[in-house]
C-alpha cells in the first residue's frame, strides 16, 4: 500500500474527538487504533494499545531490533476535529484536483500516513540502527491531550526525543506557544424583563468585565513576548448566559483562550496572571475551570533535530502560535518537535485537504531521516 492509498483509508477510518461539537457519532479513536495495529505487526511491530479513556487507546509501536538502544519515535494524533459544516463526506477520502478530501488529510492522518510508509519501508534497517525509531499515535490531541500526558507520565524516561506529526509543510517547529483555557462566570438576580429594575443582569455584568480584561489584560499580555512566537495573546471564544428574552438573566458565562509565550510560563503562567487581574481589578466574576498547557522551547542544537537538517536541508526551524503534543512531551523531559506534511491552513476547515505532492514529499522526508541513522549515525 503505497501512502495515498494508506492516507485514504485512515480518513475512511472516523476517529473524531467526541468533545465540544463532533458532528457525527462516528467519534473515538479505538477503530483507527486497531487499525494501525493490524497494519504494522506484520512488519515486525510490537504494538501495545495502551488505553487511556475508556475505548480511547494510544498506539504505542516497537519498531523490530534490538530493545537496548537509545529510542525516538514519530508520533502524530489518531484524534480528529468535528465534523460539522463540512461541505462534503468527511470520510470520503476522495482524490480531487491532485488533493485527498477528508477530516484529517492534514490533521494530523496526512503526516501519519507519510510516518508510517517510510517505517514500513526501511523496517529492515530499523533492526540495524544504532538508534530505534518507534511509532506512536496519541488518543485527545485535539482536547486536553490525555494521550501525550499519559505516554508523558509512563514512558517518558524510555525516549530521547520525540516527532510529533502536524502539518508544518515539512518545516521543523521547534517552539509553540502554550495555551490557557479559562471559563469565567458572573451572577445576578432574575426578575421579568418588565421590570429590570427589580433584577441584577449577569450579561451585562459578565460583558463588562469581559470588555475590561480584553483591553487591560490583553495588554498586561502582550507585554510578555519571544523573538519567534511574538507576544502571548487573549481571545474571547464563546459566550452564553439566560434562558429567555423575558427574565433578566441570574447567570452568564464565557471561556477565554490565552495563547502563552516561554517568557509567561516562567514568571507563573496565564492562570495566575489572570487570578491576579481578576482580583486586583475586583472584577466580579468567578473562574469555574482552567485548563493549562505549558509553550515548548526545544534546542536547536538537540542532536536529533540536527539530523533532522542533515538528512533534509531544506527544512527550516520555525515557531508556531498553536499548541501540540509536543508540549507535554518535552515538558516531561522528552525533547520533542513537530513536523509534517500539509499546511496548517488546511486543518479544521470545511474543505480540509492535502496535495499529494506534499503527501509524497511527506514520505521521502520521514525515509530519509530514517536512512540517515545508517549514513551519518549519532
Not at 102 to 115: E, I, L, V
Not at 228 to 241: A, D, E, M, P, R
Not at 343 to 368: C, M, R, W
Amino acid at each position: 500500500m503505497n501512502t495515498v492509498e494508506l492516507l485514504q483509508s485512515l480518513i475512511r477510518i472516523p476517529s473524531v474527538n467526541p468533545d465540544n461539537d463532533p458532528g457525527t457519532d462516528k467519534v473515538g479513536e479505538n477503530a483507527i487504533a486497531e487499525y494501525l495495529s493490524d497494519l504494522l505487526t506484520p512488519h515486525g511491530f510490537d504494538v501495545t494499545l495502551e488505553e487511556v479513556l475508556p475505548g480511547r487507546p494510544n498506539v504505542i509501536a516497537r519498531c523490530p531490533g534490538p530493545a537496548d538502544r537509545p529510542r525516538i519515535f514519530l508520533g502524530p494524533h489518531t484524534d480528529t476535529v468535528g465534523v460539522s459544516g463540512m461541505i462534503f463526506d468527511p470520510f470520503c477520502g476522495d482524490i480531487k484536483d491532485r488533493c485527498i478530501l477528508g477530516r484529517g488529510a492534514s490533521d494530523t492522518k496526512g503526516p501519519m500516513a507519510a510516518m508510517l510508509t517510510a517505517l514500513i519501508e526501511n523496517k529492515a534497517l530499523l533492526a540495524e540502527l544504532p538508534i530505534a525509531i518507534d511509532f506512536v499515535a496519541f488518543m485527545a490531541e485535539e482536547s486536553s491531550q490525555h494521550g501525550s500526558k499519559h505516554f508523558a507520565e509512563w514512558h517518558a524516561e524510555e525516549y530521547i526525543f520525540g516527532v510529533a506529526g502536524e502539518p508544518t509543510s515539512l518545516d521543523i517547529v521547534y517552539t509553540t506557544k502554550g495555551s490557557l483555557w479559562l471559563t469565567v462566570a458572573a451572577k445576578g438576580t432574575a426578575a421579568h424583563a418588565s421590570q429590570p429594575e427589580r433584577g441584577f443582569n449577569a450579561i451585562m455584568t459578565l460583558a463588562s468585565s469581559l470588555d475590561h480584561m480584553n483591553k487591560k489584560l490583553a495588554s498586561k499580555l502582550a507585554t510578555f513576548t519571544h523573538p519567534v512566537l511574538g507576544h502571548s495573546s487573549f481571545n474571547i471564544g464563546t459566550i452564553k448566559g439566560g434562558t429567555r428574552p423575558n427574565i433578566v438573566p441570574d447567570h452568564a458565562e464565557a471561556e477565554i483562550d490565552i495563547r502563552t509565550t516561554p517568557s509567561l510560563n516562567a514568571e507563573g503562567g496565564a492562570h495566575a496572571l489572570v487570578l491576579g487581574f481578576i482580583q486586583e481589578q475586583q472584577l466580579p466574576l468567578e473562574v469555574l475551570s482552567a485548563h493549562e498547557n505549558p509553550p515548548m522551547e526545544t534546542p536547536t542544537s538537540d542532536p536529533i533535530v540536527q539530523q533532522l537538517l542533515k538528512a533534509n536541508p531544506a527544512t527550516q526551524l520555525v515557531g508556531a502560535p498553536w499548541f501540540s503534543d509536543a508540549a507535554h512531551l518535552s515538558h516531561a523531559g522528552v525533547p520533542s518537535v513537530c513536523l509534517g506534511p500539509g499546511s496548517i491552513n488546511q486543518a479544521h476547515t470545511k474543505d480540509e485537504f492535502i496535495k499529494i505532492s506534499d503527501l509524497e514529499a511527506g514520505h521521502t522526508y520521514f525515509s530519509n531521516f530514517i536512512r540517515s541513522f545508517a549514513e551519518q549515525p549519532l
